[in-house]
């Protein structure tokens, strides 16, 4: 087993995160009030302020994200303010996407294709499975073959569910606990080096889970939703799973209805994963005023006045070229913006058209149905949702 990670073992990596992970208990604790940026400029110099070097970026992300590292044991530049721990993080994160990008590795991508088939079979249920347990078993399941390697034979469905509602759980007591017992973590990891072997490559998998799959599932649930209520829009995506290029992923039909690529960024636009970013900077000194805590509200950004007057509805449609003003700035931060933009936003959109694709093909209403629950979810909210295998 590898060291256990805790706070101070990222200190001996991390020397400069001394200064403000001194400061920040006092930070949470005194519930300093953050100010909020709502519009795309003020986003915009929040996440990519000009001239400043990428170390302070970097710790400016860091701090609001050091309850990861107790949480789930995260490493990666998420946590740290090192330029080196940086470029080896977005180095190997670029290796394993590009491996599977049909931009770049068309065979790649027709392995993932398959695995995403293979993945969603596994989870189908016998009976009824959770709509939410569903979607965060196969996405889970999905990035831990695709990208990491794992050997999907091994992936019982339970056991994936069981790691699945660990991680959420623990990342939804990081928010308002201090202190997480470290049992629930190490059961994770059990699971998890038991599928992700090559422990030289991946020395802490969920480095790379996480950012991944935290983001994804919820992407994968909702489009799906959306495409069900639509016919139009569920054949573009069955269109897509027969031809899965990038010429069909990003065109309009010639029929009424929006491409694939129009609908996931809807979704993306709409229900952004991540609703907030948070970012947080230190004083040269450490005087417990010397943090300053600003948040840039994503959601409020992408439902302004900038995409008309319907912006609070889904409509995939206002992304056609007859439609969209080119001059016009529509704020769209769902993967960051600027120097630390995610480094899979231009693969993880037709990641996730896929996954919704070939979920499609199975839950087609005649072997599976889904049924609907009263309200769209986000990490939590499916209740009534699930996915239930049709009886003659």
């Known amino acids: 087993m590898p060291e256990k990670l805790n706070v101070d073992t990222l200190l001996a990596y991390s020397l400069p995160l001394i200064v403000f992970l001194a400061c920040l208990k006092t930070f949470v604790l005194a519930k300093t009030t953050l100010v909020t940026r709502t519009t ?3 986003i915009r110099a929040l996440l990519n302020p000009p001239g400043v070097p990428l170390q302070t970026l970097l710790r400016s992300r860091a701090i609001p994200n050091q309850r990861l590292v107790q949480a789930l044991g995260i490493t990666s530049t998420f946590v740290s303010d090192e330029i080196e721990v940086h ?7 670029k290796s394993l996407i590009s491996a599977v990008n049909p931009k770049e590795n068309w065979n790649g991508w027709i392995a993932l294709m398959k695995i995403v088939e293979g993945c969603i079979d596994r989870c189908l249920p016998l009976q ?13 399941s999905v990035v831990i073959v695709g990208l990491l390697g794992a050997d999907i034979t091994l992936l019982d469905p339970s056991d994936v569910a069981f790691v699945t509602k660990a991680i959420n759980e623990r990342w939804t007591l990081s928010k308002t606990q201090s202190s997480l017992s470290p ?23 969920l480095n790379f889970i996480i950012p991944a799959y935290e983001t994804m599932w919820r992407v994968v649930g909702i489009a799906v939703v959306y495409a069900k209520r639509e016919e139009v829009i569920r054949q573009a995506f069955l269109d897509f799973g027969d031809n899965p290029t990038v010429l069909q992923f990003e065109a309009f039909k010639l029929r009424p209805g929006p491409s694939v690529e129009a609908v996931i960024r809807e979704v993306l636009r709409l229900h952004p994963p991540t609703k907030h970013i948070s970012r947080v900077t230190v004083a040269p000194t450490c005087p417990f005023a010397g943090l300053t805590g600003e948040v840039a509200d994503v959601e409020t950004a992408q439902q302004s006045e900038a995409y008309g007057e319907n912006a609070e509805r889904f409509d995939a449609m206002r992304y056609h070229p007859d439609r969209v003003d080119a001059g016009e700035e529509q704020p769209f931060f769902a993967f960051g913006y600027g120097k ?16 919704v694709a070939k979920i499609f093909e199975r839950v087609d209403d005649v072997t ?9 979810g986000s990490r939590e909210g499916w209740e009534g949702w699930s996915v239930d295998r049709k009886h003659d």
């Open 183 to 205: 049992e629930l973590l190490a059961e994770i990891n059990n699971h998890i080096f038991r599928w992700v072997p090559d422990r030289e490559k991946f020395p802490v998998p």
């Open 340 to 355: 630390l933009k995610c480094v899979a936003a231009g693969w993880a959109p037709m990641a996730a058209a896929l996954m």
């Open 368 to 376: 599976f149905a889904l049924k609907e629950g009263p309200i769209i």
């Open 128 to 140: 009824s499975i959770d709509y939410d347990t569903f979607m965060q078993t196969v996405t889970f």
């Open 87 to 93: 470029d080896t993080f977005t180095r190997a994160a």
């Open 40 to 42: 795309s400029a003020e």
